[in-house]
């Protein structure tokens, strides 16, 4: 037996009288419904209570004669009700008892910066500070600098980052309910980047959608990022059950881990080694330039690699810099570290082979150096000039900081470096870092983080649409461009600067194998 529900008439009841034991009969194709009624009340005023019990039993033969009864328990009940009442009343059927839900939280813009659009269902609305949300609005964040954040009445906490869109509760469209959840999706990331800090609370469950993805949320902290093919999850604190549209499975994303959600899927850890401290052999096969920072003074840094002419760097303020024991260099400020002459031999080593790696020991002063702030770059300005660089970027709390590489070809976007290729969100700390960027021939691309492939995404130009499940740039080198120098720690124009520490900077004309990348990683920054 089940218990179907209770039918009421919302009105208080005054004097009750009840009918009980009546059965009544409601046949289906594949099954009988039998039910048992356990209350029926009426009160003065005229409303009416009846509670039920289902009982659900195969069809055995065809009954005709069971909407008669059904017919004749609805005449009795009805008319029961009107004769205790004595006046007409008013009977209204719902449907099985559930829980009545907790009001839904209210949700309030908190802060805003740049360019922000507030569209909902009846037009656009000015966004800003202590304007409520209302269901179906959908939010717009513009380029860079753009922010949002807003702020529920029950302590949750959402940041939106540059190029994103949301829509706040949808009341509509492809993804707006989730089916497995049983529920409408609180927020839809259609584009960009999601940040979410959501409180636990007794019976809460939220629902984040993609479209490629359902996020069922009960108090954690974690980001989304949608693509075009894909939509990636990165869990900061709690666990999270995440739903593949693409491919129809369920994951369970702990604190530490991510998934890649979309046609094909991927699941990982997010890094959180410390860089070793090792001494031992690195490959040196197809080294260009090796830069060990074991001066200890002065403002010379020389080309180790022993190929060809050195390509030695003078620092710009020797007096601002501080040498490390041992071996490294600090630049706690602006600073500019620069070859003497044009990076030729790295360009035409790299034309050649049409392959690259840039590898980097370093260790960030902080995470939200603004840029992309240039660790390594082989260019004349912020603008067309440039072979290829290695930076990172901060993309606003709590999102934390990407590494980035730009890198021109012939096929790219302009001849500034697009594409942008980036690792995974939230990777950059404070600690020594090992940080590899590759591209092969075969137009294969690989970013390594600490000795584990962390590649993200791959954005076209300036409308910073990004791509997960691409890994190639395609094109060839020979537009890059032998006149231009190698600069550490800055641009050439001074204007994006990078603080922190430089162990270990080599250029490679060919991409090192995951192998190789780990063998290195393992040998540590003080290995040549």
């Known amino acids: ?31 009988d419904r039998v039910f048992f009624v356990e209350s029926f009340r009426v009160g003065v005023g005229g409303g009416a209570s ?41 009977l209204r059927i719902q449907g099985p008892a559930q829980v009545e839900p907790a009001a839904a939280a209210t949700a309030t813009i908190a802060r805003i910066s740049g360019s922000v659009q507030l569209v909902g269902p009846r037009g656009a609305r000015t966004a800003g500070p202590g304007v409520m949300l209302q ?160 001066e200890g003074k002065g403002d010379i840094i020389r080309d180790l690699s022993g190929v060809g002419t050195p390509l030695n760097l003078r620092i710009r303020d020797a007096a601002a810099v501080r040498w490390l024991p041992g071996a490294g260099l600090a630049l706690p400020a602006s600073n500019m570290i620069r070859s003497q002459q044009p990076a030729r031999k790295i360009v035409q080593a790299c034309r050649q082979t049409e392959e690259l790696t840039i590898e980097a020991w370093l260790r960030p002063l902080r995470v939200d150096q603004q840029g992309i702030a240039r660790i390594l770059t082989c260019s004349q300005n912020t603008g067309l000039a440039r072979n290829f660089s290695l930076g990172m970027e901060y993309r606003y709390a709590p999102w934390g900081a990407s590494y980035v590489t730009r890198m021109r070809s012939t096929v790219a976007e302009g001849e500034g470096g697009y594409p942008e290729i980036y690792t995974l969100r939230d990777l950059v700390t404070t600690r020594l870092t090992h940080v590899v960027f590759c591209r092969d021939r075969h137009d294969k691309l690989l970013f390594y983080v600490n000795g584990v492939d962390q590649y993200g995404a791959i954005t076209y130009g300036d409308q910073h649409t990004f791509y997960a499940q691409r890994r190639e740039t395609g094109g060839r080198f020979s537009n890059w461009d032998p006149r231009l120098p190698l600069v550490l720690g800055n641009e050439l124009t001074g204007d994006r600067p990078w603080l922190g520490e430089l162990h270990l900077v080599a250029v490679y004309n060919r991409a090192l194998s995951p192998a190789e990348i780990r063998q290195n990683y393992q040998a540590g920054p003080q290995a040549e």
């Not at 055995?60 to 009107?82: D, Y």
Request: hydrophobic share 40%; with cysteine; glycine share 12%.
């Open 1 to 31: 037996m089940t218990d179907a529900g209770t039918f009421e008439d919302p009105r208080r009841f005054g004097r009750e009288r009840a009918v009980e034991g009546l059965l009544y009969t409601d046949f289906g194709r594949d099954v």
């Open 50 to 90: 009846l509670r039920t019990r289902e009982q659900v039993a195969p069809v055995v033969t065809a009954r005709p004669w069971g909407w008669w009864i059904t017919g004749i328990a609805a005449a009795v009940l009805i008319a029961g009700g009107l004769c205790f009442s004595g006046k007409l009343g008013t």
């Open 135 to 294: 269901a179906g609005d959908r939010l717009t964040v513009g380029d860079a600098g753009s922010l949002i954040e807003v702020r529920y009445s029950d302590g949750a906490r959402l940041q939106m980052r540059q190029n994103s869109e949301v829509v706040f509760r949808p009341e509509g469209g492809a993804f707006f309910y989730s089916t497995r959840a049983n529920a409408r999706a609180e927020i839809l990331v259609s584009k960009g980047g999601l940040a979410a800090d959501v409180p636990r609370l007794p019976g809460k469950r939220e629902v984040f959608a993609t479209p490629h993805a359902e996020i069922m949320v009960v108090g954690t902290r974690f980001t989304i990022t949608a693509m075009v093919d894909a939509s990636r999850v990165d869990m900061l604190e709690g666990q999270v059950e995440v739903w593949n549209r693409g491919t129809q499975e369920a994951v369970d994303l702990p604190a530490g881990r991510y998934a890649v959600l979309g046609a094909q899927a991927a699941v990982g850890d997010r890094p959180a080694a410390q860089a070793s401290a090792g001494r031992g052999t690195r490959t040196r096969q197809g080294l260009q330039v090796l830069y060990t920072f074991r």
